[in-house]
């Protein structure tokens, strides 16, 4: 009598999906405004996906004893706006420069430096940064990535100090610090008055252009006929 024994065949392992990175293409434009620039882009991420889109440089202290005391370099904002995800595109812009009271351009920095007692030597370069928001949504947008074959390049998902993780796309350019200032207007209007001046005043009775003469012959007072009617 013989006894069967069951053999078990190894399986074959199914591979893991493969998950696609997002397609993210933005650039970063200068347009004709003093100090502004477009950023645009073209992303597969679900529409209206929220993004905040940044501009920001980098300081770093000049005076000796700020650097012993802190000896990361700090940075400033100079502008960010919000933007959504619609239709597959997303565009923006941001002013980095801001207008000082003796009319020149600054950045926001500059501004703020009278009133410190410590001097910034300014990075060469803006970094321009792409966030997607907000970032305790996350988790929720990587699920619905990975439903559709699809997933945040790894290089681009960051943890912030307190823990959380975000995913951010930077891009670095060189941009020049301000110079320059606004032009005042070549005609003027009176500030008297609001611009509208002393409408109060009643203005002269222009000359008459034409000399009359007296009529040298007396001027009858007979009755008109009836031919000088009009009719």
Excluded at 206 to 212: A, H, K, S, Y
């Amino acid at each position: 009598m013989t006894g069967c024994t069951e053999i078990q065949l190894p399986t074959k392992l199914i591979p893991a999906r493969q998950l696609k990175e997002i397609m993210m293409d933005w650039h970063v434009n200068q347009t004709s405004q003093p100090g502004a620039y477009e950023i645009s882009g073209k992303t597969n991420l679900p529409d209206r996906t929220q993004l905040t889109v940044a501009a920001l440089r980098y300081l770093y202290p000049i005076a000796a004893t700020a650097r012993r005391f802190n000896t990361d370099p700090t940075y400033t904002i100079l502008d960010y706006q919000s933007v959504t995800v619609e239709q597959g595109t997303w565009q923006t812009q941001l002013n980095l420069w801001q207008v000082a009271s003796d009319r020149t351009f600054k950045e926001n920095w500059q501004l703020d430096q009278q009133g410190l007692a410590i001097r910034f030597n300014p990075s060469e370069d803006v970094v321009f940064l792409v966030t997607l928001a907000p970032i305790d949504q996350l988790p929720a947008l990587q699920q619905q990535l990975a439903k559709q074959g699809q997933q945040l390049a790894k290089s681009t998902v960051r943890s912030s100090t307190e823990g959380e993780q975000y995913a951010q796309f930077q891009k670095t350019l060189a941009v020049a610090l301000p110079t320059g200032s606004t032009l005042a207007s070549s005609a003027q209007v009176d500030t008297e008055n609001f611009g509208w001046g002393r409408r109060y005043l009643i203005p002269q009775e222009p000359q008459n252009p034409t000399q009359l003469e007296r009529p040298k012959t007396r001027q009858t007072d007979a009755p008109a006929r009836s031919e000088e009617f009009l009719r």
